[in-house]
């Protein structure tokens, strides 16, 4: 059986401005808050405060040339839960455009696991 058949993804929207419109169900366990807490809030709350100023330049590049980003990437990517706890992410992202609106989504896998397992 494949690792990830067994993890749920989150599924984040956000607009042309980062704000979060929707989220999943998985997302929101992952992250640990409850949908009216995000919805309506910049995705910069679901990430380390050290690298905000980072990801705002990233998802600016982002939205000037949009391409869809697969999982992994080489990257070593980390979430923030609510109470402020790290945890390693894989992302992959994919955009849209509707009546001249840019949306993105982002698909979230916690790798906790994987990278446990990789250090035993």
Partial sequence: MPFLSTQQRGVILT???GEIILINPAALQLFQYEKEE??????EMLIPARVHGAHKGYRHNFYENPSN?????????KAKKKNGDEF???????YYKQKDE????AFIVDITL????KRN
């Fill in 15 to 17: 607009n042309g401005k």
């Fill in 38 to 43: 995000l919805v309506g809030k910049t995705v």
């Fill in 69 to 77: 980003r697969a999982m992994g990437h080489g990257r070593d990517l």
């Fill in 88 to 94: 390693p992410v894989e992302v992959s992202l994919s």
């Fill in 102 to 105: 840019f949306f993105v989504i």
């Fill in 114 to 117: 994987r990278k446990n397992r």
